[in-house]
């Protein structure tokens, strides 16, 4: 059964520090991961989606990197903002269906 | 183009008691899959439609069920409804027949709460 872990739990930092979430799994053979975020009380929005063949992927101020072999990706969001603060969560596809991580709860301070 | 939508947004019920929830996904989407959500299990997988057909189908009990019409409108029912049901329900929609492998996009969510 996949696991999927994201640490730490909650994160804070002032506006304009660059974040760091990380992602680990236990099964390697994977489909893709992808990232999402999620405001409170709404649905998740997709932020990126990397296939298993990729190391990368790039949109605006966000990059995430995915090691297929370590089971980790990392999900680089440059020079945050207060708009940034909200819930993220990575996913994985694999066995048909997508497994989530718990999240990293992210606060950006003005 | 309107997003997924989920209806109704708020529902509370009492045990024992049976209830369907409903998604409208983006037009021309044919995959539909649904997710609970709680702060003790996160997100875990209900189950996937396409084209009207459950494609794959996670570990809840039987008392979970779901179905996809001929316009990709879905419905989830739970039947004999426990207190452990209280979540965030989820419904997601992609242009993909696997939507575990394309982007997924989300509804608000329907919150259900039984007392």
């Known amino acids: 059964k996949q696991e999927v872990t994201q640490i730490p739990a909650a994160l804070s930092v002032p506006e304009g520090e660059n974040l760091v979430l990380n992602c680990s799994f236990t099964?390697?053979?994977?489909?893709?991961l992808q990232w999402f975020r999620q405001d409170p009380g709404k649905g998740l929005t997709s932020l990126l989606l990397i296939q298993s063949s990729q190391r990368e992927q790039t949109s605006g101020r966000l990059n995430a990197s995915l090691d297929k072999s370590s089971g980790r990706s990392t999900l680089y969001i440059a020079a945050s903002q207060p708009g940034d603060s909200a819930t993220y969560l990575c996913a994985v596809g694999n066995d048909y269906k997508l497994s989530f991580g718990a999240g990293t709860t992210v606060t950006v301070r003005a | 183009k309107a997003g997924v939508t989920q209806t109704p947004r708020y529902l509370i019920k009492t045990r024992g008691q049976q209830v369907t929830l409903s998604c409208s996904p983006i037009?021309?989407?044919?995959?539909v899959s649904w997710y609970q959500q709680t702060p003790g299990q996160g997100l875990q997988f209900l189950f996937e439609?396409?084209?009207?057909?459950?494609?794959n189908k996670g570990n809840f009990p039987g008392r979970f069920s779901g179905r996809q019409f001929s316009n990709s409108r879905s419905e989830m029912n739970v039947s004999t409804l426990e207190l452990g049901d209280s979540a965030l329900y989820l419904c997601a929609s992609s242009r993909e027949v696997s939507s575990y492998n394309s982007p997924l996009h989300f509804g608000n969510g329907t919150r259900l709460t039984v007392t």
């Open positions: 037009s021309g989407h044919r995959s």
């Open positions: 439609y396409f084209s009207e057909t459950q494609r």
């Open positions: 099964d390697s053979a994977i489909y893709n």
